[in-house]
Every structure is written in structure tokens, then in C-alpha cells.
């Protein structure tokens, strides 16, 4: 493996963190300006990812490193130590990936040049907004676990306080859940402040089993260094050690539980949902493009490390780490499928999106968690990370063209965004496209991405998944198609007042929704080379060739066509909206409650853990707090000094003779003890 | 001339010129007395004598050579001016100033009270230069001893009793009786040790004709009877008995004295005394004898203990600030046992040597400076407010903000918040008990250390009561804000906390320039 060093290839993610500290010290001067900085540094990032890319696109059995020297060490025992290299190491993978990152990011930092004008918290936002960037290039890129970590935990930071922006909860608008709605006793109707709160604590409880698990990986490997772990026999020999106690799947899956939360997947993908009340281009950003991405790349890193590996270990290690594969597989697909069931019913935009989000990112967990699986491992890694390519590009566009849907008509459901399409053309054909490639309709980029992770599902013999991804492909056309169809429909008021956003908004989501296409054109003729570029330098097998079975193309498209021809007809052509005339049935209300409450899970998760713990707490506070601490220190211990300083107070008598006589007394015990003592 | 020589000469000018300024300086105080020349003038005259002697000690440790500076054979059995000397020497001429400073000028009586004290603080510096010396052709160190002592007790006797109300001639009276019966217990412990080495002499050699038991006996009581006389002075229990009631009831002003700097040149008798015992202990015929410095340690230890716990107990429920630093005072001196103790039993040059030694010098450069500025803040407590009670001063209105920032800094000095000097101190000195070294004749000694940590967090309680008292204002309390016609001034303890803080940002770079690490 020829390993070039290129020393700058550290300022792709350090420019976007030197960009923060100075917007956010320029801006103290004049907001405006924070805006332009850290575009600026964006900017440099995403033009520094090109030539990276060129030189490993033209020859992908290189990778790039940024030094060769070591940070620091920690001594574990007298003879090793584990070595912490700042690296970072660009391979096939992560040079695209980190172009993807930097390119939708400057396009989302542009549209927010415009979007976050005169907002309360302008400054602020580019602060943290360049922060965030830096962070997530710096996971993308990172060569050793310790910085992987740092990036990592620097999303969340920035995610909490992104989705969170608006935290005087002053503006309806931006809260997410109608006003005044319960299920199951807990309130749906989310406020900003809260839903920074709900990301980051559920994001950073599953961290935890993130740092056990790389933490026990670095230390017991003694190594930090990513590369360092394809094919080790050292992990080998610990996985091995670990299936003897039955426990490599448990440990495998605590790592992943970091990953799981990151992308939203069940049980942890409520957050996701509510993080819909930051603006519209950190939705864009974070929660569709990047930081959810973030999990699945963890799988895309991992994944070929734990098949490797798994292959030097033995028979219990290779059925362990199948057991593994499987349970992540199983879980995406669920999430998928639960997700779409969610989309349909929602009737804010964003939130639809959202869902959506979760259940694409489903995908690609199935994807990544197959190709432990099957034969040609290669052919996973490579599903899922052309549907997170795919993904995120016409994710983003959708969010900036909801941004400036709901800025238009100052709402944020959809029934209130009828008949937008003749007066805002350029936005509703961006949507039209990006939607499009959601609900996976040819040549779009969208359809080639879904249908190979559909593909690689059934390969692994397990055919639950790759039925219930279609069940959900299925659905998923059916509510893009629905959420892009209200711009079609008549409404009652006329909207004068609806216009096209200026030309530094609509630019950027027009281009991505243009690369949907272009992106699909790509890989109907490239997609070997693509796959070859990204495998080559993991430690699985390549892929012969990028093939699609015809079966299985024909049922998807089948799927989508029908889908889309559904919903185009209702909401479209006839201008309807189904709800209304069937919300008289009560099984069908029910159903509808039941899934727009989102399964009520989040009630159940509030009931038993947020009363559950502050139920403790009280206990605790009230029995062991109170009686035990308090009463000791506060009441027993003071009354013990008092008593005890009264008693010695009173041997000092004031008399002279007393004194002499203690003298004389205090001789002798030293005598004696001089004495006594040898 | 090379820097050395000067030195040397430097160093062989500070003894001549302590005696002759400090005498000097009585006899002009006299003479002005007699002729009724003037208080300020009485006044400056002593602070420029202590001022001029600060400079130079100060020059002094700047050109510390690192070794102790041998002194010319004029000033026999001197150890030499080494780092307890000018540590030692910079607590008293540093607390002596500030006391001199602050003296009331309202009576005749206020240049008696100046001579005596610098009187106080030649005895007191001189006993800190020996150690116990003898030798069998001559009483080596024995003379010079008991004169410094005598010296620095009278001074202390006199000190209070000058400040002729009824509570000091009563304190006064108390402390003479029980002086003077200490006194003997130096001179009967002094007079053993001759006994003793006269019979051990050569040094090691045992007649047969006498018990090795017996060797022993006169030995323990030498030493048992030096530490009753040492433990008497300096108030560590169980012999501080006296030590509340003078402490408590004298004038603040003489007490500033008697415990800022005229019984500090003790501890560095006492930390000679346990280098001697380590030095006896390691000889090995008396080994053969039975004796080593552990029994040594563990006595002190206990009266480290003792003078700890009761110092820091006691005063928690106290209601006068006079008392609560009087058993304070006991709580301290049973601090700088755990050092002394430590330094008894640690090999020469060990990290616990070390340590132990920068633990009593840095915790009595802070104790002398604090516990004197503190006595003459309750002083003024005294003579603007009535009395030094927690109840009257809380419930004045208005103090001066000098007086509450200066409580605040030194009572922060005395519980030991870094970065003041007295957290340095207090760290060595724990320190040094809980140092593992091998060496030691006794293994590490975590348990002095925990009680003593204790004894500090005891004792934050109490410094905590005044600071609130001084701090805050209750209405309807008693006590006023008038102001007699001669309102002391606030300036010299107020200096003295600035003075506080600086040493201890310059404590570290003090303890290795004087090569105490």
C-alpha cells in the first residue's frame, strides 16, 4: 500500500475550526461578517478535498496521510504503551465522503447566508455552523480512534446547539407537533430548548457505548491507529478471547449502540424527529446530509475491520460477528419500515423529511450489515454508501426547498402549502426532483442506490428484509410523491404574498437537486470504477463488477412507479386530500393516531425513563438525602463538635495551681513513656 | 575580594550587629525614657532598627551560598548561619516590625514596652542559632542557652505586664510563676544532659560500673524535662494550660508580641534539639544503649496530637475572637511538632528532612506574621469597639474595609489557602509524614498526617466565625463605632496581608533558592 504523505491534507478539517474561532471573534464586531467567514472557510475545506480525490481517483490503491510522526503515548505496562497519533488518513472512502461533506456544506453555508439574516442569533449560528463542519470532516477524515472520538463528540456539541438556536421557545413556528397534543399523557408539541436537550442526551447516553467499545478496542489492540486494525490478529485474538465468554456480539453491539443513535435508528431515533425545530439548512446539514451520515460511516469504517477480522478468528468468532450483522440488519430494516409508516400520515414538512431521513438511513444500515453476510462483502460497503451519497444530496435540496416553503407561507404544515407551484417555479421543480430520486424513479440516482441495497438484502438469504424494504420502498414513494404534491393542489386563499426566495437561496438546493440527476447518470456508467475506488484499500474483496439483477429492478420499479402513479393522481391531479373522508372510520382513525403519535414511542420512552428517573431521584433525595446526609452533617456531626468543644473547655480551669500541676504531670507521662519505650 | 569572602564577612556581621543594634538600641530607648524625649521618636528609632536588620537579613538570604555560612570562632558553638537561622530570623524581625509599628502610643509606658521587645527579639533570634553542644572541657552551648533564654522569657514577662491594666498584670503574674518553673526544668534538663554526657565520655564509651538502664534514665530525663521547658514556651499541650488565660486576657498589643515573634527563635532551638537526637540515635554504641530517636518521635508525635485536637476542638465554641486565637495558637505549635517530629527520625538530606524542615519554616514564617498582625487587629477591636467578642464586633456597623480585608488574608493564611504561605507550610509538613521512605526509622506516618488534616478542618470553623463576624453587620448587637481621641491605625497589619500574599507567590522560588528541596 503506497502511502503518500501530503502535510495539508489536515487543513481540511482544521480551516473550518480556525474559520469558528474567527467568526466568532469577527462577529462580536459585525454579525454580518461571521456569515462570510465562515463561508469562506468552508469553501477552502471543500476546493482542498479536490485534488485529494483526483490523485486517489487515479490511482485507488493509494492512501494519503498528513505525517508520519506520533502525537503522544500512554504507557499501559512496563514494555507497551499505546501510541495516539494526530493523522489524518484519506483513502477511497473518505475522500469522497469528505467531498460530499464539504461540497453540501458550502452549498448549505451559502443558502444560509440568506436564510439566517437578521436572525437573533445570526452570529451565533455561523459559530457553531463552522464548528459543526470542522467536527464532522475531522470524524470523516480522521486517522486515529482518538480523533474520530473528538470529531465525533464535536457534532453533538454542535448539533445541541443548532437545534436549539431558537431556544427563547418564542416563535411557534418553530416548534415541531401541533399545540396542545398528548399521547399517553406526554405533551408531542416540542419546543426548541427541549429538542436540543432530547438530541443530545440520547445521542450522548448511546456515546458511551461508542468509548467503551473503542476504548476497550484501542487498549487491548494497543493501537490507535484506524488502518493498524484491518486484518489484526491482535483484535482477532481479543475477539476471540470475547466469544469464549459469549460475549463479542453484546460487545460488538455496544460499540455500534454510538453509531445506532447518531443515525436515529429504534430505539433511538426520536431525536431525530424533534430536531426539526432548528432552522431549515441545519436540518439540511445535519440531520439529513452529514451528522446522521456519521453512523453509517462508522459502519462503512467498521464493518470491513470486523469481517477482516472476524475471518482470522475461528468458527464462534465468525458466528458471533454474523449474530451481529444480522441484529443490525434486522434493526435497520425495522426502522425503515416504521419510519415510512410515520411519513405517511405527517402533515409537517420538515417532519416528513425527517422520517424520512431515518428510514433511508435504514437502508443503509441493511446495506452495510449485509455485506457481513454475503460472499462479496464488497458489494455491501458499496450500497450503502452510494445511498448515503445519494441520500444526502437530494435530502439536502428537499430541506432548503422546505425552508423556503415554510418561510413563504409562514407555516409549517403542508395542508397550508397548496397551490405554491405556480408562484414559486424554480423551488417546486428542485423539490419535484429531489423527490423524484427519494421515491427511486430512474435514471435518478436515488433508484440505482436503493435497488442495490435491495439486492445486496437478498443475497444474504434472510428474505424478511429485503420483503420489508420493499414494503417500505414502496411507501416512500408514496409520501414524497404526497408532500411534493400539495404544491400542485387549488387552495381557497390565494397567495400573492408567495415568491421565489432570492437567487442566493434557491442556487444552492437547484444544484443539488441537479446532481440527483447528474449523480445517476454517473453511475449508470461508472459504477464499477466507483466501487473499485472505494474498495480497494479495505481489507475486504472487491467487487467484480457492479451488476443488477433484473428481477429485482423490475419489482422496484414496479413498486415506485405504482407508488408515485398513486399519489400523483390523489394529490395532484385530483387536488385531494385523502384524510378528511376517511378519518370517519374508526379503525382508520385509530391507525392514523396511532402512527402520527409515532407508535408512541416517545411517550413510552418519557414514562419510563424521564419518570422513571426523576421517581428515584425523589426517592432518593427524600430518604437518603435527606435523613442520611443532611442529618449528618447538618445535625449530628454539629451537635457532636458542640459537645465535644463544651467538654473541653470546661478542663480548662483557670487556676494557677492547675497549671503547675499539669506541668508536673505531663513530666512524668513523658518520663514514663521515655522510659516504657524502647 | 571575591563574592565569596563577602559573604562570609557579610554573614560574620549579622550576629555583632544584631547584638550591639538590638542593646543599642534598648540602652537609647532607656536613655529617651529618662529624659522623656518622645514617643514617636521612640517609636521610629526601634522600627528603624528592626527595618535596617530586615534589609540586611534580606541581602543575606539573596546571597545564600547554599551551605550554612561558618561563623568566626569570636561567637563559639553557633551552628553556623544556615537556612533556619534566616528563615527563622526573617519571621521575628518581620512579625517584630509589624508589632513595633502598631503599638498604641497613648502612655509613657509605650517605650518601655519597645525596648523590651527589641530586647525580646535579640533573644529570640539568638536561641534559633545553637544547637546542644557540649563538650567535656568546655559547657560548649550550654551558657549561651540559657542566657538567650533567659532573655527572651523576661522580655515576654515584661512585654505584658507593661500594658499595666488589671487582666495583664494578672496574666502577666500568671505566665512569671509558670515561666520561672519552666525555666527550672531547662536548667535541671540542661544539667542531666551535662550528667550524661559526662559519663558517656569519650561519646560511646560505657563504664562498666554503671547499668545501661541507667544511662538511659538520665538521658530520658534530660530530654523529657528539655521538652517540658520547650513545650511550656511555645504552649503545646498538655502544658499550654497558661496559654488561653494570658493569651486571652493580656493586651493584644504585648500578646502580638509574646506570640508573634518572641517565642518563634524556639522552634529553631527545638528543630536543632531533634537533629541532635537523630544524631545521638545514630551513633551506634548508643545504640547498644537502647537508644534511638523513636522514642523521641513518638512523644513529640503525641504531643503534636494532643496540642492539635484541643487547639482545634476547643475553640469552636468559643465567644471571644482573643481566645479563639489563643487556642489557635496551640493548634499551630502542634503543627509544627509533626514537623519537628518527622525531622527527628528522617536521615540528612532525605525528601522527609527536607520537607519537614520547609514545612516549620515556612509554617512559622506564616504563623508569625498572621497570628501578630491578628492580635493587633483584635486590638483595635478592643480599644474602638469595646471588646473582642464574636457578638460585639458582628453587631458594629460599618468597620473599615482595611480591617475586614486584612481578617480575611490572614486567617486565610492561618487555615492554609493557597496560595498563601501557610498552605506551603501546612503541605510540607503533612508531606513529610506521609513521605515513604525506607530510610526512616519509622515507616511512613500517614496517621499525623490525617489527624493534622483534620485538626485544619477543625479549625476552619472557628477562623470562618470571626470572618463573619467581621464581615457582616447585624443591627441591635451592642457594641459601637465610636471613636476615642486615638483611634489606632489599621496600616501595618493591613501592609502585612499584602506582605502575606507575596510570600506566598514567592514560597516556591524561596524554598529552592535556599536549597530546601
Redesign the interface.
Known sequence: MGAQIIWWSDLIWLTPFLGAALAGLVGLYKKRLSGFVGVFSIAVSAILTLPLLAIIWSNPSTVIISRDTIWFTIPISRETSVVFRLVSYVDGLSSIMALMVAWISLLIAVYSLKYMENDYGEHRYWVFFTFFVGSMLLLVLAGDLLLFIIGWEGTSLASYALIGHWYRDDDELTYVGDKGRSALGKSMFFSPSHSGVRAIVMTGIADIGLLLGLGFIVFSAKTSFIPDLYASTTLANIFKVLSSYGILTLFLFITSLGALAKSAQFPLHEWLVTAMTGPASVSALIHAATMVKAGVYFMLRFSPIFISVASLGGEEVLYQVREYFVIIASLGAFTAFMMATMAVVARELKLIWAFSTASQIGYMFVATASSGLISEPGLGIVAGFSHLLSHAVFKAALFLTAGALIHAVHSRYINDMKGLASYMKITTLSSYLAALSLAAVPPLAGFWSKDLVVETSALTGLLVIPVLLLVTAFLTSFYSMRAVGYLFMRSSDEKHHAYEPSSIMYIPYLILAISSVLIGFFWMFSYGYFAHVILATLPIKGVEKIHFEVETMTISLIIALVAVFFAVSVYQFMKREIYPRISGIALIKTLHDFLYDRWDINSVLYVVFVDGFSGLINYVGRYFEDLVIDGFYHRYLTVF??R???A??TI???L?N???V??L???L???L???W?? | MDIVYIVYLLYNLYIPLLISLLIGGFIALAVSKIFDIGLSFSRNMSRAILLFLLIYLVILIILYPGYPVPVSGLFPYFSGVDEIVLLVSLSILISGFIVVSSYPLDSSDTVSVLAVSLLGVLGSILISMYSITYSIDSLGSIIPIIVSWATLSIASYAVIALFKDPLSLDASSRYAIVGVVASQFLLFGLGFFILFNFITYPRGVVYGFVGHDLYRLILVLSVSMLLVALGFKLGSAPFHFWLPDVYGRGSPYAVAAVAGFIKIGLVGLLLRFARFIFDLGSVSSYAKLGIDSGVFFYIVALLAVLSMLIGSITPLTQVSIQRILAFSSVAHIGFIFIGVAVFSIAPVYSPAYFFSLTGVLLHVLAYSISKSSMFILTGFMRSVYGSSDLSVVAGVSEKPGTLKTSVIIHLANLIGVPPLPGFWGKLFLFLSATYRDPRLYIGPIPWLALLGVLASVFSVFYYLNIMRAISIEVRGLGGSSDTRSQRPDLLNPYMASFLVIILGLLAPVLIIYLRLI
Open positions: 463538635a458542640d465535644l468543644s463544651r473541653l473547655r480548662q480551669f483557670g494557677m492547675f497549671y503547675l499539669a506541668l504531670i505531663g513530666f507521662v513523658l518520663l513513656l521515655g522510659v519505650m524502647r
